[in-house]
């Protein structure tokens, strides 16, 4: 097998970024080199505590997970124990980690690993708001081109916002930071709501996780049952977007999912449309296409490579 693809995952854990988590650590393709946490979903010290859980759950306590932002750039943080619960990660009863949180700043843990790698050996695999990786960017600017492909979950187009009508969760979080990122001219994969609302957690599908019979099974099935209920209530659905997973998912079957490159920027002036991502997908302007934005997704195929790699854990 070729050699494993080396990432860090910038995360604010969130269910669905512990199914991403758990996907990637059960996938021998990747090696997860590093976990950053971010504020976002619920605050820094829950999901700085919620990815050591995971790692634990996924029995990989090696895993060195560390803390970044506990706010955004600019604006007040905003979260959303409305969705996850106020643990972040409501639903199965996870037991407190006992693995350390590493004692250095996730910023300054990208930056060193991305100056000491081999240019072009690392991916950065964003979950939640971008503040850790455009603090990266500004802190040390030679990270840019050394950094192999950003592949994020955030934004939304054709399926406008999740939490105000215009933006979605990530992005509006810390806009200033996703214009930071989006701008950097670092390759971007992008996994709008447009393709995320396209894998729908459905009573089945949640059955199947459930039915592997191991703690991870069900440990997954009680996250999502909880994350999904939200959404479905808003949405009217037989299950919940799951996003996150889809960055990861990405990485193991690109053939999965379907996009284009476009040019994306940023809303950081309109408080009506702050954190909207515009996407030139006709191609309208002469902005540098900076994202491949994906659009479509086998979402059959998506879960089932979910259920096949989380039955390894
Ligand atoms: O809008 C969905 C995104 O916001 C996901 O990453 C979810 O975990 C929340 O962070
Ligand atoms: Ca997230």
């Known amino acids: 097998m070729a050699e494993a693809?080396?990432?860090?995952?910038?995360?604010?854990?969130?269910?669905?970024?512990?199914?991403?988590?758990?996907?990637?650590?059960?996938?021998?393709?990747?090696?997860?080199?590093?976990?950053?946490?971010?504020?976002?979903?619920?605050?820094?010290?829950?999901?700085?505590?919620?990815?050591?859980?995971?790692?634990?759950?996924?029995?990989?306590?090696?895993?060195?997970?560390?803390?970044?932002?506990?706010?955004?750039?600019?604006?007040?943080?905003?979260?959303?124990?409305?969705?996850?619960?106020?643990?972040?990660?409501?639903g199965p009863d996870l037991p407190e980690p006992t693995m350390p949180l590493q004692a250095q700043h996730a910023v300054d843990f990208i930056v060193e690993t991305l100056m000491r790698e081999e240019s072009g050996a690392v991916t950065l695999c964003p979950l939640g708001p971008l503040t850790n990786v455009a603090l990266a960017l500004v802190r040390e600017p030679r990270i840019a081109p050394r950094i192999r492909e950003i592949v994020l979950m955030g934004g939304g187009y054709f399926e406008q916002g999740n939490v105000t009508p215009s933006a979605e969760f990530n992005i509006y979080v810390d806009p200033h930071a996703a214009d930071i990122v989006f701008r950097s001219g670092v390759p971007i994969v992008m996994m709008p709501l447009d393709v995320t609302h396209k894998a729908l957690t459905t009573a089945a599908r949640v059955a199947a996780f459930r039915a592997l019979g191991t703690g991870v099974g069900e440990a997954t099935a009680r996250m999502l049952e909880f994350f999904e209920r939200f959404d479905e209530e808003k949405y009217g659905t037989d299950g919940g977007p799951l996003h996150d997973p889809c960055v990861i998912a990405w990485l193991l079957r690109p053939d999965l999912f379907k996009g284009r490159h476009c040019n994306v920027a940023v809303e950081t002036a309109s408080e009506l449309t702050m954190g909207a991502t515009i996407v030139d997908w006709w191609g309208v302007t002469q902005r540098p296409r900076n994202a491949h934005v994906m659009r479509d997704i086998d979402h059959e195929g998506f879960f089932a490579l979910l259920v096949e790699r989380l039955g390894r854990l």
């Open 5 to 90: 693809r080396k990432i860090i995952i910038d995360t604010d854990p969130g269910q669905d970024d512990a199914v991403a988590i758990l996907l990637a650590l059960a996938s021998p393709e990747l090696e997860v080199i590093g976990i950053t946490a971010v504020a976002g979903n619920v605050p820094l010290s829950l999901t700085s505590k919620n990815a050591r859980k995971i790692c634990e759950l996924a029995g990989r306590p090696g895993t060195k997970v560390f803390a970044g932002a506990d706010r955004p750039l600019m604006r007040q943080l905003v979260t959303a124990e409305e969705v996850h619960g106020q643990t972040g990660l409501n």
